[in-house]
């Protein structure tokens, strides 16, 4: 195998990977490359090559990603991701208390060997009312909590996190403040990287998606960019809502929204999380938690319905 | 009064003008600059300064702006606009067919001198199809339709257009084209200075006030800015529901959406147009229309209900 060693054009070089790779060459997420392109981003002649397989860093939500020249074709692919993420579709459920319906879940994710959570607030105005919120839930679930905003450097507290919970409240905010305080590389590092717990409820949830392009929310504030931390390469929609065929409104349905967004050219398939609904991710293992079930929309093909339990392992490969 | 004459920062230099102004200089909306930051702005010290009373262009949604040395102040503040505006919350009616439930209002604002409208589809992705529907609407009500879409020069579409038609759909979507078109700037022009008559629904209502900050739609597309065309300098909140007392369902209510937008400093009033309401603007006049009423949201202050034939022009000026 010939060893090839390009510039990065984004994002840093990947640290204690050079052994394995042949190359390094960073790449948006969902990138379809033919090999001939890849030939020319790294600036050689299809022709001068010597290589079998070229391990490639993709920037920013996959770790590695295979490119066989027999194949023809690259796709960038999730390889060997550490990642641990329960994604939660909402953070109360009607007649519950805050966080009620899904604490189960959450101990048993975290574990016992965590012992202190990192708590970021950014999606609500009130920071310090909805640390108190959340500090009181995980010290009764058995776990420490810092908040994030009580941090005179977010960054170092991101750095040394046992885990992360990202709380609901508004996604533009959220993602607004996770870029300006510098957040989004260093979580993703931590997450995909180091297997950091990430625990995300509705925007938190949005936010560990490749994008925001499928919140519920109103646009207060204006991000730099709807691109999020990109944990898994597909969107959720969370607090997702069937039809109600007595209501009178006529503004669009969710199910219309979500179509409207796969109107647009190459849009990731969006996993409708209803109030109830839970998504576990274990490196390239996902799995449906909670009562509720999900509905599932591809683009170009028709929504599917899916039962708790049942596996999404293919969305965090199909990429 | 001495006449200062300075660069402009951004946008056009205002044509024809100059005779009315001491001196020329462009504001972002809502503005509200002390006399000593004019100064500065203007590059002058006050102590050299003569004037009496200063009129400024203030880009984008004002058309002249008043500034008195003696009040201390300038208030960005709508003066003279020859706007006509037809603000429409929804196209279509629970059980009622396409802009049937504001066709007299169209009727009415359009009266018999327009005899072409020109439509803007570009908030659905088939813009042929929504033409189709839009024309024949339009031509059951007497006006010819030419749609946006199907012109060569767009710009030149808006330029010659005796009254724009923008239609609902998704506002990311819609606001994006009219950047990646180059129309803003266009629009802004024919209706606040040539009184070209502007009917907008929905998404058309969002992109025609200060910014859709406030609209209910998903970010599907990322446009380069939220700011919209500033045809008004407050914002609307189309389709505007209200709390569902039964609902078990756990996402934020439309006044809880707004509410958030208000925790944002320097944020405008959001109007809550009810399905069935529409908002006529004249000059510095607005009046509600329609039969369900509004809601109006200021930053600070309790909601408050407004019926049918109430005026909102102190939303005009009150900036």
Chains 1, 2 share one sequence.
């Not at 390094?24 to 033919?34: D, E, T």
């Not at 969107?235 to 647009?264: A, C, W």
């Amino acid at each position: 195998m010939g060893l090839l060693t390009v510039t990065a054009e984004a994002g840093e070089e990947p640290q204690g990977k050079r052994g394995l790779c042949g190359a390094v060459l960073f790449l948006p997420p969902r990138s379809r490359l033919h090999t001939t392109q890849v030939f020319e981003l790294l600036s050689v002649q299809l022709a001068t090559a010597v290589w079998d397989i070229l391990l490639l860093q993709c920037s920013p939500s996959y770790t590695r990603v295979a490119c066989d020249k027999a194949a023809g074709s690259v796709v960038a692919r999730t390889m060997g991701s550490r990642r641990r993420l329960l994604l939660v579709s909402n953070s109360t459920l009607h007649g519950g208390t805050y966080l009620a319906h899904c604490q189960d879940h959450i101990r048993a994710f975290l574990g016992e060997q965590v012992k202190r959570v990192l708590f970021v607030p950014y999606a609500l105005h009130n920071r310090d009312a909805y640390a108190k919120t959340a500090r009181e839930k995980f010290e009764s679930l058995g776990y420490g909590m810092d908040s994030i905003h009580e941090s005179s450097n977010p960054v170092e507290a991101v750095r040394k996190s046992e885990a992360i919970f990202v709380g609901g409240g508004n996604t533009f905010r959220l993602l607004k403040a996770l870029y300006d305080n510098g957040l989004i590389t260093e979580i993703r590092k931590r997450v995909l990287e180091d297997g950091t717990p990430y625990i995300g409820s509705s925007a938190g949830t949005n936010v560990a998606t490749i994008s925001v392009n499928t919140t519920n929310d109103m646009p207060i504030v204006y991000p730099p960019s709807l691109s999020a931390l990109g944990l898994v390469p597909f969107n959720i929609n969370p607090h997702f809502l069937d039809p109600d065929v007595n209501s009178k409104h006529m503004g669009e349905t969710r199910e219309q929204r979500i179509t409207q967004y796969h109107e647009e050219l190459d849009t990731p398939p969006v996993l409708g999380l209803r109030e109830g609904s839970l998504l576990l991710v274990e490196g390239d293992k996902a799995t449906l938690l909670g009562v509720t079930g999900a509905r599932l929309f591809m683009r170009g093909k028709a929504p599917t319905e899916h039962m708790p339990g049942e596996k999404f392992s293919f969305l965090l490969m199909d990429s």
